[in-house]
């Protein structure tokens, strides 16, 4: 079992939905939670950053993190077809440490 | 946030050459940067640790001889591909986090090398 899981997609969803991505993880130590959203042939660009439980809210973007259930979720509301990409999460247990990535799931918005 | 700079962004080359990448961390220093391997509709894959001033840290399975790595300052970071070969081909990514202590990871836009 891989230590993050995350469904590769792809996952197509018409313009103006809300899509709900998540990624579960088996390391009960993880802290730290990220989202990273990569365009193709592009470096990832870190969307979301979140410590331990929570929610946290960055315009259309929110990110959840729910550590009794490791699950971590990532909403985008009013998506657009510029949201299309591949979203990746990646969780850590302490800074300065590794961080562990999920496989990532490709979105597409149909205009 | 923090900037990453990776260049070139693409590469084709013939079998046999040797390919260097340069990462520069435009805004920050950077003591440590890390090199990703990217293969088609797959993760992100650690290839090393890159520490300035010493040695890097290389993930099993990732030959060191095969992969140098270089970070002589701060603000830059360098892999070269030796000897390249076809099965080397692959999207090549550098990070840095943009502060000690700090488990934010900036990327840069990435190299794809294509050995022919």
């Known amino acids: 079992q891989k230590e993050v899981e995350q469904d590769p997609g792809p996952l197509s969803v018409p313009e103006g939905a809300i899509v709900s991505l998540n990624c579960t993880y088996s390391n009960s130590a993880f802290q730290y939670f990220m989202w990273y959203r990569q365009y193709s042939r592009k470096g990832p660009e870190l969307l979301m950053y979140t410590y331990s439980s929570g929610n946290k809210e960055d315009g259309r973007f929110t990110a959840q993190v729910d550590k009794s259930s490791k699950y971590i979720s990532l909403f985008i509301r009013d998506s657009q077809p510029s949201d299309s990409a591949t979203y990746l999460c990646a969780m850590s247990a302490s800074s300065n440490y590794q961080l562990i990535w999920g496989a990532g799931t490709k979105l597409i918005i149909k205009p | 946030g923090a900037v990453v700079s990776q260049h070139p962004s693409r590469v084709i080359c013939k079998s046999g050459t040797s390919v260097k990448i340069e990462c520069r961390s435009l805004?920050?220093?950077?003591?440590?940067m890390f090199w990703y391997r990217q293969f088609p509709k797959q993760s992100l894959m650690l290839m090393a640790t890159s520490n300035e001033g010493s040695k890097a840290t290389y993930e099993q399975g990732v030959e060191k001889d095969k992969f140098l790595i270089n970070h002589a300052s701060l603000t830059l970071s360098t892999l070269t591909v030796t000897s390249a070969h076809p099965e080397d081909s692959s999207f090549y990514i550098c990070?840095?986090?943009?502060?000690?202590?700090?488990?934010?990871?900036?990327f840069g836009s990435g190299t794809q090398l294509s050995v022919l």
């Open positions: 990070s840095a986090r943009d502060a000690q202590g700090s488990e934010k990871l900036f």
């Open positions: 805004d920050f220093q950077a003591t440590t």
